[in-house]
């Protein structure tokens, strides 16, 4: 698994986190809130992806993310997210 660029910011008491270029995001008290909460987005967005989404034209190219979010525990996606895996 190569590191992700998740971008966060804190803003008004709480975090949000991204990914540039994915329709999938999160917010959360605390950073690791945020995350946890992008791991459940990441899930919803896979499972999303395959019963509707694959064959969209700005979706189509997300097939290599929906299979690492597949294969992957959550606490492998948090360290994805996190940049702890490089």
Do not use: K
Request: charged share 25%.
């Amino acid at each position: 698994m190569s590191a992700v660029h998740c971008e966060s910011y804190s803003e008004a008491g709480g975090w949000s986190v991204f990914i540039p270029g994915l329709p999938v995001a999160a917010d959360g008290r605390t950073f690791d809130d945020a995350i946890l909460e992008m791991v459940d987005a990441l899930r919803e967005y896979a499972q999303d992806w395959q019963e509707r989404l694959f064959d969209a034209p700005n979706h189509r190219e997300n097939r290599g993310l929906v299979q690492l979010i597949n294969l992957s525990n959550d606490n492998q996606l948090r360290d994805w997210l996190t940049g702890a895996i490089q």
